[in-house]
């Protein structure tokens, strides 16, 4: 006799035989990938394939004063030498970008920024195509340069973009000045103007947020191929969004959108930086159409750091309001965005700062408002999301410093601060001042398991001690929440479509599935999780579901994987579209056992007859009889398609601690502990998510402690190679402590918030905090990033601290 | 990218000499290594090539020169150089104001006082070593300068002179330059550090 304990066991073995939702299931991609195996875009090979190359401008702003390509079309192997006269005919020389501005895709008239394309060399080889570009004959008349944000709003600054120096509007509402891009506001000003006066304390803090750039191991580039006999344009492209390229492509081109294929093979690495269309993209395509070849174009490194989307430049002020307790009464954050020559800014359509306005963050904060002003200057284009959700990163360090800096003013023990203004877990959904519904948090829980971890009582002793002593010692808290899963199309769309995602499963007669879906991974594992919950959801071993992305000629519509939307939107497409195939496979089940359907119940991988021990039908069973036997009036088959349009975001919170010693006379910043506590709801793979907060905590610690792209007065951008631009290798990295707690997402069918970017979000931040916390009790507030052992010996100087007694 | 050059060099010969050498540009043009002028468009314009091997990778710049200004009351010549790599990825000015200055025993100095600055892949890549680079440049020029002038005399230092100009490459020869900046560079940092000591 089979005991209840046997049964139990046996339940858990036909559980853990399925790998799915919460197991630690092995990457699938990993096997290719380790042995160099992945098919990334430079890997792809077509017959007859023609290369471009890109002329591109050594100064930041000019005039062009004539083009000569006689030389470079003269170099045996040479195809054509391409433009923006040439585009011209075509109206593609400009191209609109994702923020309702348009970009030159080759340089008309005039360059506005350094390394911009200025045309397109189409040859037989890379080096033939190299060569060429040498050979392009460009003379340019030298204009003034701006390249302070400050300044670009100036009645003397030199005016940039002359093709839009009449336009009141260049996609985000009225401006105010040629060299203006918009004004965006949130929240209600004069009650937080009434909220400032009233209170019993203020504090204000100016802060620079550095101009970054993802810069994935991958650099950006495509296949361009165009069939001139069925008039099918197929483009492999490293992209983060292949379906919206697709639309794109088509609307740019003329191509019906049904005979353009866009196809992103492996991807290594986007964090928002291949979200965008770049013009060397559309000159690959455009010299494939014209030529009838294939056409590559790949950049280089140089050309990947100068050219393509960056993220942050924002210049903030952050003021808080409250009374002596340290409660706060309001909240002010003002914003001078530098966007560049272009407003190329990736973002949901009716954002012009993303969505900067969650900096209410976690605390209970009665009335806030933000004003942010949108400029050109002289740089390269962007403002993307790197590693979060749109302007989340900024938005997330604003009101985390500025809960350290009311905290220094008022005496207060930073932990204690931030448990006096959390939004209680009773208040959940809460809705902030600033108009977001936080679905879900435990704030408190999160912030005393790591204080406790950590022992923080003791860390402070220690501090104390040693500050006796002159040593330098900071703890860095910082307890954030984001806002990822954009997004509900009523207010989140890109060129008008909505962005919800989708996901196609169709499980074959003999019991296994395949699954395609419209987001693209880049690193997330997507191969392996999605198969994880469909196994859970229809008792599939996960080992036998196949899941594609990628392929637009395959895949259903989705906007694609960035602000971590994967999981919240794609993944809960992904769960409906099992449930959907499930709710059949139960009519199936109940037809195969003779019974109503009311009385078949769902048991990990089988249909049971509830209260008949033995009548039971497999899923596999079910799936057989679904191309054979099934009810009558029901079509034959077993597959669904879900297009899920999410009611809400989610917040995903997390707690983390830093904790630094700093070398006072060299700078040297050691980052003894790093402890970080996520909570992302209900966890699909805990060993994917560790990974996932390990790569976000090296890049926000990139980020923090190194990163940059600086820009002389002259416009040269002397931060665009890895002399310069800062990678962290194992050398560099800290160790990293990681802890979780669950609070499941109310709306979302698994109860899952989506993980990779908070840790990127939340420990910018917190290795801030930990370098100001060393250094406030010589009364500083904050320091900017990056925090390299030079910038850090410059404050210690300037404080005097550096002094051999 | 921009560097702020000035320098003085000891010329072994009368200030009247130096002066004369200063006033013609194709012989002061041929100071500079690697550089030379290509056309003569008018007593204030001309158009030179400056042209440097460094490594594997060759730059050429080609240029116009403009002679803003010449004050024999003061022995001072001022003249801007702007310059286009011939690949068209950098570019590059220089406003240089060179002045003829006497010195004890008959002899002279010449004082050169530039703004140097670099745009494109120039700043980018070479950005960090630029001061370097320019201060060595300017060191050959000056060597190159003090012998032209000694060599417009006679007798033993002339024909030195003509000697070592004769031995000048007729480009900016990478490794030997290189190395030149390389010794200037190590040179500096001990510099640095005796001055620290002696405080």
Known sequence: MATAEDRVKADIEREDALQGIGCSRKRKEDPRFVQGKGTYVDDVKLPGTLYADLVRSPFAHARIKGINKEKALALPGVHAVLTAEDLKPLNLHWMPTLAGDVQAVLADEKVHMQYQEVAVVIADDRYIAADAVDLVEVEYEALPVLVDPHKALDPDAPILREDAEDKDNVGQGPRKHPNHIFNWQVGDAEATERAFDEAEVTVKQEMYYPRVHPSPLETCGCVASFDKVNGKLDVYITSQAPHVVRTVVSMLSGVPESKVRIVSPDIGGGFGNKVGIYPGYVTAIVASIVIGRPVKWIEDRMEHLSTTAWARDYWMTGELAADKDGRIKGLKVDVLADHGAFNSHAQPTKWPAGFLSICTGSYDIPVAHVNVDGVYTNKSPGGVAYRCSFRVTEAVYVIERMMDVLAQKLGIDKAEIRRRNFVKPEQFPYETCLGWELDSGDYHTALDKVLAAVDYEGLRKEQAEKRAKGELMGIGLVTFTEVVGAGPSKNCDILGVGMFDSAEIRVHPTGSAIARMGTITQGQGHQTTYAQIIASELGIPSEEIQIEEGDTDTAPYGLGTYGSRSTPVGGAATAVAARKIRDKARKIAAHLMEVSEDDVEWDIDRFKVKGVPGQEKTMKEVAWAAYNNVPEGMEMGLEAVDYYDPPNFTYPFGTYLCVVDIDKYTGVVDIRRFYALDDCGTRINPMIIEGQVHGGLNEGFAVAMGQEMPYDEEGNLLGNTFMDYFIPTFVETPHWETDYTVTPSPHHPLGAKGVAESPHVGSIPCFTAAIVDALAHLDVTHVDMPHNAYRVWQTLHELGADKRD | ?199
């Open chain 2, 1 to 199: 990218m921009q560097v702020n050059l000035d320098k003085t060099f000891a010329i072994d010969a009368s200030s009247g000499k130096a002066w004369l050498f200063l006033q013609d540009i194709p012989g002061v043009a041929g100071c500079m290594p690697g550089a030379e002028i290509t056309d003569t468009i008018d007593d204030s314009h001309y158009k030179g090539k400056v042209k440097a091997k460094i490594g594997p990778a060759t730059m050429a710049f080609n240029g116009d020169i403009e002679i803003k200004g010449i004050d024999a009351d003061k022995r001072e010549l001022h003249l801007l150089g702007q310059g286009q790599d011939t690949k068209g990825s950098s570019s590059a000015t220089m406003d240089l104001t060179a002045t003829v200055v006497d010195s004890a025993d008959g002899k002279c100095e010449l004082k050169g006082v530039a703004t140097v600055s670099v745009t494109g892949k120039a700043a980018s890549l070479g950005g960090r070593m630029m001061t370097q680079v320019a201060d060595q440049i300017l060191n050959q020029f000056g060597k190159n300068f003090a012998n032209n002038v000694l060599a417009m005399g006679e007798g033993e230092a002339a024909a030195e002179a003509k000697e070592e100009l004769a031995e000048q490459p007729a480009e900016l020869n990478g490794l030997a330059f290189a190395w030149s900046v390389f010794i200037g560079f190590l040179r500096s940092l001990f510099r640095g550090k005796s001055a620290n000591q002696s405080q």
